[in-house]
């Protein structure tokens, strides 16, 4: 991927978690501290319930994220499409993966493994600050997503809340929220 379609992603990542004094350019350096990855259709990015060393960014192409429900039987919650972050949750608390993530088709993502994570938060540099921003806007937005959709669900008018119900709360408050093509959530 060239430097320009990296920029298109970066803007687009900006679009979708937007923060004050957000600088495309800012977030590009940060892409570029991170290793490029073509994954086939099929491959296993992250799996549930494993230490997570890497964060995410999707670049192109689809994730379809999978939980285990209580009776230990995969359910996907949907799919994310590119641009998107995923997996930082592991990096920030050191917490197990929550879900496990499959290519749905061949895509490119940039990982940014732990170590060059720790480096970058800590950083006074302009990618240090563009992933603090960002990872405070997208965890902002999960948190916002996640109390929206439980609301919903305890709703008066409601008389019987599924478990594919609470599953999709629970995977909203882990960071599994997907939308479709349309980004309608």
Same mark, same amino acid.
């Given at each position: 991927?060239?430097? @320009?379609?990296?920029?298109?992603?970066?803007?687009? !990542? #900006? &679009? +979708?978690? @937007?923060?004050?004094?957000?600088?495309?350019?800012? !977030? #590009? &350096? +940060?892409?570029?501290?991170?290793a490029l990855r073509e994954l086939e259709a099929g491959t296993v990015?992250?799996?549930?319930?494993?230490?997570?060393e890497e964060l995410y960014f999707l670049l192109e192409g689809t994730v379809e994220v999978l939980k285990r429900d209580p009776?230990?039987?995969d359910r996907s919650l949907g799919v994310i499409?590119?641009?998107?972050?995923?997996?930082?949750?592991s990096l920030v608390d050191r917490s197990k993966r929550s879900a496990t993530c499959r290519a749905g088709e061949a895509l490119l993502v940039a990982a940014l493994d732990?170590?060059?994570?720790?480096?970058?938060f800590g950083a006074p540099s302009a990618e240090g600050s563009a992933l603090r921003r960002l990872l405070a806007a997208s965890i902002a937005d999960q948190l916002a997503r996640g109390n929206a959709r439980l609301r919903a669900l305890?709703?008066?008018?409601?008389?019987?809340i599924s478990a594919e119900q609470v599953m999709a709360?629970?995977?909203?408050?882990?960071?599994w929220d997907v939308w479709g093509p349309d980004r309608s959530r």
């Open positions: 991927m060239n430097q @320009a379609d990296l920029l298109d992603c970066a803007s687009e !990542l #900006l &679009a +979708l978690h @937007a923060f004050r004094g957000a600088d495309e350019h800012d !977030l #590009l &350096a +940060l892409l570029n501290q991170c990015l992250c799996e549930e319930d494993t230490p997570g009776r230990g039987q499409e590119a641009p998107a972050i995923l997996g930082h949750m732990r170590p060059r994570f720790n480096h970058l305890i709703a008066p008018d409601e008389e019987e709360v629970e995977g909203q408050f882990s960071g």
